[in-house]
C-alpha cells in the first residue's frame, strides 16, 4: 500500500460498502489490526471497533455515499483529504477533513477526522 492515492480510495469505499464481511475484508486489508480512528463523535481501535463505526455512520445516513472531494495531499507517512457524504448525484449533506498515518507497512494507523459541515437540527 504504498501509494496514498490507493488507499484513500479503498478507505472511501470501506465507509461505503454496507455487506458486513466485505467492508471487513477492506478494513483488514487498510488498517492495521490496531489502527485508531478518532472524530468528533469517535474514538475507536481496532477492527472490530472501525467496522461498528463504519456500519453505525451507514445506518444514520442511509442511502447515502461518501466521495472524495479533492485530491489526496501527503508526503512521508501521512495524508489529507477531503470527503463528502451525500445522496448520488446532489450536494453534499456532510463535508469533512482527514488527516491519515500509515505504519511501516503502508497501513492506516491513525485517521483523525473534522467536520465542516452537518446537517442542522
Known sequence: MSDFNDLVSK????????????RRDLIAEIWSSDGRYIDPLADVAGH????ATIAAVQV?????????AGPVDAHHDQARFTWELAPAGAEALVVGFDVARRDE???L????GFLDKVPAG
Do not use: C, K, S
Open 48 to 51: 472490530e471497533q472501525i467496522d
Open 105 to 107: 507497512d503502508g497501513r
Open 109 to 112: 494507523a491513525l485517521v483523525l
Open 60 to 68: 444514520q445516513f442511509p442511502g447515502l455515499r461518501f466521495r472524495l
Open 11 to 22: 478507505y472511501i469505499a470501506a465507509w461505503n460498502q454496507t455487506d458486513g464481511p466485505g
